[in-house]
């Protein structure tokens, strides 16, 4: 099961302040979550999709910013950014890195596990953006 978070706030929010730093943040679930623990009586976890727990093929953070829309002269209007990785997103410097510089009102981000018939690739880890709209599915 794929993890989402989404926040709307009135003031910039860091991203740090909820992907990485609460108790139960997105990626601490994404390796450590609790609700799903326990797998169906005879079921062995011989795969990562079949492991409740574990969101290791990929993930990804969108946000809206006010100086890339200032800057692209569509002014009033924030364009999404997107960062994703096939990492798994407690093992990416590069997430913490961004998380402790960016701020958005508005954010979109995911923690992925693959399921048995589905790729680990870059196409499926989102959120996706399309113009001004952010964007991400969750599910087949």
Not at 14 to 41: G, I, T
Not at 100 to 109: K, N, T, W, Y
Not at 128 to 134: D, S, T, V
């Amino acid at each position: 099961m794929c993890r989402l978070c989404a926040v709307l706030s009135d003031e910039a929010v860091l991203l740090a302040d909820f992907l990485l730093r609460p108790r139960m943040s997105l990626v601490r679930q994404s390796y450590a979550a609790q609700e799903r623990r326990a797998l169906p009586h005879g079921v062995l976890p011989s795969m990562a999709y079949q492991q409740p727990f574990l969101n290791a093929d990929g993930f990804g953070v969108g946000w809206y910013s006010p100086q890339k829309s200032a800057a692209s002269g569509d002014a009033g209007q924030a364009l999404p950014c997107v960062f994703t990785s096939l990492k798994p997103a407690w093992n990416d410097p590069n997430l913490r890195n961004i998380s402790e510089e960016v701020r958005s009102p508005l954010v979109l981000a995911h923690v992925r596990a693959a399921g048995p018939t589905l790729p680990v690739s870059d196409a499926a880890c989102h959120p996706f953006k399309a113009g001004r709209l952010l964007f991400a599915p969750n599910g087949m």
